[in-house]
């Protein structure tokens, strides 16, 4: 069996009162303590303020506390639990992605949802369009990101997201010993 840890990031209010630099100094510590013990993988939930109820304390940026512990770590899997869609364009996803799993080696997981913190979508100015509609985005951009990390350039026009022929450098990076960031993808009837 291998076991993840969540990696502290402040969603759970673990860091309520806490000085930023202190609360990301203990969050390298513990990545650097989960490795040490042999788990197998630290985790992120990309979320932007805190649960239950949003409140005036640390919530850090997922990409970006991934990004980090790309470096601060060896040999743990990383990865989203799970990055909402909706809160970036899916190129600059897939390049974010593609990005951190270059920094880390190949440790890289990419977990991607159609997003359901109906406060978070309203504070950073989404809006909250119906699940049907999340969904379905959520397809447009899962084939954008699936494209994005493919050979050659990238093209697709959906409904809801499309991209005009990005060129991908990744095909030197992705061999058969190390192939793409893994892409997990949840998927619901139409007629949603």
């Not at 061999?175 to 997990?184: F, I, K, L, N, Y």
Request: charged share 20%.
């Amino acid at each position: 069996m291998q076991v993840g840890l969540m990696a502290c990031q402040g969603w759970k209010r673990e860091y309520d009162g806490w000085e930023p630099a202190e609360a990301w100094a203990r969050t390298i510590e513990l990545a650097e303590q989960a490795e040490a013990l042999g788990f197998e993988s630290l985790w992120a939930f990309d979320h932007f303020h805190t649960v239950p109820v949003p409140a005036d304390e640390i919530t850090f940026e997922s990409f970006s506390v991934l990004a980090a512990l790309a470096m601060a770590t060896k040999r743990v899997r990383l990865g989203h639990m799970v990055v909402c869609t909706g809160f970036r364009n899916p190129a600059l996803t897939a390049k974010m992605a593609s990005t951190i799993d270059v920094i880390c080696g190949g440790r890289f997981e990419l977990g991607i949802g159609a997003g359901w913190k109906e406060d978070e979508w309203v504070a950073y100015g989404y809006g909250f369009p119906t699940l049907g509609e999340r969904m379905a985005a959520l397809g447009d951009h899962l084939e954008v990101v699936r494209r994005m990390l493919e050979p050659g350039r990238a093209t697709f026009e959906g409904e809801y997201a499309s991209v005009a022929a990005i060129p991908s450098w990744l095909a030197s990076w992705y061999t058969s010993e190390r192939p793409p960031a893994s892409t997990r993808m949840m998927a619901l009837p139409k007629s949603l």
